[in-house]
């Protein structure tokens, strides 16, 4: 539950005492301001806090993807926050924290005319309220369970398991704890990553992300192939008992190597994070397949929500 005023939001963390943030960097509505770095000391304890299931809210997601989707943060009068940002100029807005007074929200659906990364719980309200819903399938993050990725026991992961038991079998490899002193190599593997890749996709993302390891809390691990820098994955926490990979790059043709990362590092997540979160698959379906291919355990479904004929 969210409530507040004069620019304090109070945010109820049951058992945990209320936790008080200054937001008077996020201007009122309607006034918008770009996602940036300064935002970090209020976002980042107010997602921690909601402890989410969505990929997109972590600060770090919306941090390395505000160009990509201008994400953009505004308070609102009762001390919630919206988060608003364009795909393509198609503008939308979404509400990590919940959803505010129904004549601000209509505001909101005026102003930015569709509601993007509703959880099903909001979706069921805004339809009481008329609003149209539908699911955005397309941006459902994928949920694997831990410790299957870490063994890839049994006959669904067996042509997985081979390929990872011929890469172990044919190269000289190394994985280490992606520490700033390895983040040069792990670079290099994201220039090779791009120098073969059709498009861009989230290489700048992913560039920004190494950079700035240690400021957005992240971690990963780096992966070296006959002495050469290879493959890095890197993610964070999302909920106590989530872990969600934001990017994995390969570089090289070494068969079984995404295979061999993607279950060496489940492996050596710590036991308390049950699922990964994979995040979407974006509606490509090579990416879908590929997802698909691991045998997800659920999915984190996401809807939009838009005016009655909108």
Known sequence: ??????????LEVPPKELLLINTNNIPEFPEIAPVSISMRPVLHPLFKALSPEISEFSFANLYLFRKTHN?????????????????????FFMLPFGLPEEAMLKRLFQS?????????????????????????????????????????????????KNLVNAFVGKYRFEGRPLLAEYTEDALFVNEEWRRAAEFPGDYEAAKEALLKM???????????????????????????????IHFEKGAGDYKGLLQFVNRSFA??????????????????????????????????????AALPGG
Do not use: W
């Open 71 to 91: 994400y953009a943060a505004t308070s609102l009068k009762e001390g919630l926050l919206a988060i608003t940002g364009n795909d393509n100029g198609a503008p």
């Open 214 to 244: 240690d400021a957005l809390q992240l971690c990963g691990g780096i992966y070296y192939v006959e002495g050469k820098p290879a493959a890095f994955t890197l993610g964070e926490e999302l909920n106590p008992s989530t872990f969600v």
């Open 267 to 304: 492996s050596i997540l710590p036991d308390k994070y049950e699922l990964i979160n994979r995040e979407q698959d974006l509606g490509d379906e090579g990416l879908r397949q590929a997802k698909e291919s691991y045998k997800p355990v659920g999915f984190v479904r996401k809807f939009r």
């Open 1 to 10: 539950m969210l409530n507040g005023q004069s620019g304090i939001i109070r």
């Open 112 to 160: 930015f005319g569709e509601m993007k990364a509703a959880t099903a719980g909001q979706a069921g309200e805004l339809r009481r309220l008329g609003y149209g819903i539908y699911e955005d399938r397309d941006n459902f993050d994928y949920l694997y369970d831990r410790e299957e990725l870490s063994k890839l026991s049994g006959r669904k992961y067996h042509r997985k």
